[in-house]
Antibody, heavy 120, light 110 residues
Framework: QITLKESGPTLVKPTQTLTLTCTFSGFSLSTGGVGVTWIRQPPGKALEWLAL???????RYSPSLKSRLTITKDTSKNQVVLTMTNMDPVDTGTYFCAHSTSGVGEFDPWGQGTLVTVSS | QSALTQPASVSGSPGQSITISCTGTSSDVGGYNYVSWYQQHPGKAPKLMIYVVNNRPSGISNRFSGSKSGNTASLTIAGLQAEDEADYYC??????????FGGGTKLTVL
């Protein structure tokens, strides 16, 4: 059974850097074809794809946020970390991580999500 | 990249069928079969319902089906049930080697 759980600060100040961790079980990021992605959702709004990292360290970023995002993996800890710089109140929302499979392009399953509020 | 276009809302009565459209471009929906659909109930994480245009994950009812024609993908739910009331999102792979979601559709079961 695959499970994922997001963790990180619930409140960050404008201009600060956000660091979120996705801790997973039931699969390994050293297995060919496996990936982990990050997706966010502002309150009451639509999902927005942010970034994805594959087992071979191939990294993909949303073109509109690429300059602010970094995604890394720690295979030994079964963790994927997303950092987002220069946080702004518009970045407030729930951040989800999810498992993905290369060649299929699906996001399944998802973590429960973690709500991040950007406010001074 | 722009978000895929979905109707803001659709509705139907129990037992009826509804279809939700997801329109993109030749750079995303029209160019790849990596189109997925997700169901999200209030306060919950999204759940994969359809992948690779028309494939159902294990455990998903066969009342849910997907299709694609040109730059538009569609999700059809047959035999509507009260528990189908939720938000639905499509997603697609893009020529930029990234992903994009639709704006979401709120399904109301009357």
């Amino acid at each position: 059974q695959i499970t994922l759980k997001e963790s990180g600060p619930t409140l960050v100040k404008p201009t600060q850097t956000l660091t979120l961790t996705c801790t997973f079980s039931g699969f390994s990021l050293s297995t060919g074809g496996v990936g982990v992605t990050w997706i966010r959702q502002p309150p009451g709004k639509a999902l927005e794809w942010l970034a994805l990292i594959y087992w071979d360290d191939d990294k993909r970023y949303s073109p509109s946020l690429k300059s602010r995002l970094t995604i890394t993996k720690d295979t030994s800890k079964n963790q994927v970390v997303l950092t987002m710089t220069n946080m702004d109140p518009v970045d407030t929302g729930t951040y989800f991580c999810a498992h993905s499979t290369s060649g299929v392009g699906e996001f399944d399953p998802w973590g429960q999500g973690t709500l991040v509020t950007v406010s001074s | 990249q722009s978000a895929l276009t979905q109707p803001a809302s659709v509705s139907g009565s129990p037992g009826q069928s509804i279809t939700i459209s997801c329109t993109g471009t030749s750079s995303d929906v029209g160019g790849y079969n990596y189109v997925s659909w997700y169901q999200q109930h209030p306060g919950k994480a999204p759940k994969l319902m359809i992948y690779v245009v028309n494939n159902r994950p294990s455990g998903i009812s066969n009342r849910f089906s997907g299709s694609k024609s040109g730059n538009t993908a569609s999700l059809t739910i047959a035999g509507l049930q009260a528990e189908d009331e939720a938000d639905y999102y499509c997603s697609s792979y893009t020529t930029s080697r990234t992903w994009v979601f639709g704006g979401g559709t709120k399904l109301t079961v009357l």
